[in-house]
Every structure is written in C-alpha cells, then in structure tokens.
C-alpha cells in the first residue's frame, strides 16, 4: 500500500540555519509528491510539488527532488527564518484524489 | 479566487450529540476530500466527494457520513459523538482534472466533544 514517512520532529534551529526535513514513501505505482505547510491555528497550505521522477519542486527558498530510486523526497531551506516555524508534512497521491500523509515535522526557528 | 471555506470554525459537544460541518470548495473545483486531524494519529483521510458521488473512503466507522451538493458544497456529518472524535476536520477541494491535481485546503473546523 501507499505511505509516507517523515522524520520526527520537532525541530528547532537558529535563523539561518540549512533545514533538511527527511521524507521517504512507499507507492504501488507512479505518485506525485507535495510538500504542504501548516500554521498555527490554520489549514494545510501547498508549499511545493513534484510530479514525476527527478522534477524539483521550488518555492519560497524551499526545494525537493523527486528521488525515484531512493523513494525520496526531502525537503531543503538554505536559510530558515522565524516565519518559517511552521508544521511540514509531506504527501503523495497516486490520483484517484487520495492523498497520503506523513505524521508532520514540527519545526521552530528561534532569532 | 476564493479559497476553500468552513463552517462552523470551532463547536463544542457532548457525547452521544450529532454534529454536521461544511465545506464550500473553490470555485470550479468538483472533488472534495475530508480529512481528520488530531495530534496522535496525524491526517487521515475520510472520504471524497465527486460530483456528488462518494469515490473513496478511508478506515472511519459508519458514524461518519457525508454527501456533496450540486453546486459542489460539501457537509459531514458525525452520529454518537465519542470523546476520541475530538479533532480538527479539515476539508480540502481540488479540480480532479488530472492525476497530478493538488488539494487545496481550508482552515479547519475545531471539533471539542465533552
């Protein structure tokens, strides 16, 4: 079946800082990954996407490939802000309009 | 454009109520996905809606219901509130014009049972 993994939070970095938040899945077939955002006391909020094998995902300083052959999808800052302190969740979908997710990583940036 | 809304953003209960929550998706958009969310189990999915048929449904007992409307407004509904129903029940819309489609989500409504 399908899933997603994340790494477990929470994490805490100075202004900055790199961030590399770990994400790794396990599909039948061919899915697209997403990367959404959650702030506090708000919905999910799209953060990037990646439809197919090797496509870069890019959107405010955030990056992640699409690593087909180590089923990865890592999500990257080079320098994390205090705006940044969020809830991360990665999450595939093979279509059908279900998605999967992973259990959140907690992250905190401190000035 | 406007974005995915729902109503009511917070409710309280007791147990053994009934609660229904809406959602208006984004305009255009036919697919609505229901998800629970809740700081042990993370998101799970409940059900999707698509032009008013239900097309997947997750792991949830009978007790949750819901149905999509003509104009792609979509209600939940939850019998026999239990204490563990407590959530955040999020609902997020999306066009379903492709396999590669992204959901778009609203705020939440913040579920309390007592």
């Known amino acids: 079946g399908n899933s997603v993994t994340q790494m477990e939070g929470p994490v805490t970095l100075s202004e900055e800082a790199f961030l590399t938040i770990n994400c790794t899945y396990t599909a039948t077939g061919y899915p697209s990954l997403f990367w959404y955002v959650q702030y506090p006391g708000e919905g999910l909020q799209l953060l990037l996407k990646a439809t197919k094998a090797d496509d870069k995902g890019s959107n405010k300083g955030f990056e992640a490939t699409y690593r087909k052959e180590t089923t990865s999808f890592h999500l990257e800052k080079g320098s994390v802000q205090v705006s940044d302190s969020a809830v991360y969740f990665c999450a595939l979908s093979e279509g059908g309009n279900q998605f999967y997710f992973g259990t959140g990583t907690s992250l905190t940036v401190i000035p | ?114």
């Not at chain 2, 026999?80 to 992204?102: H, P, V």
Request: with cysteine.
């Open chain 2, 1 to 114: 454009k406007a974005g995915v809304t729902q109503t009511p953003r917070y409710l309280i209960k007791t147990r053994g109520q009934q609660v229904t929550l809406s959602c208006s998706p984004i305009s255009g958009h036919r697919s609505v996905s229901w998800y629970q969310q809740t700081p042990g189990q993370g998101l799970q999915f409940l059900f999707e809606y698509f032009s008013e048929t239900q097309r997947n449904k997750g792991n949830f007992p009978g007790r949750f219901s819901g149905r999509q409307f003509s104009n792609s407004r979509s209600e939940m509904n939850v019998s026999t509130l239990e204490l563990g129903d407590s959530a955040l029940y999020l609902c997020a819309s999306s066009s379903r014009a492709s396999t590669t489609d992204t959901q778009y989500f609203g705020p939440g409504t913040r579920l309390t049972v007592l």
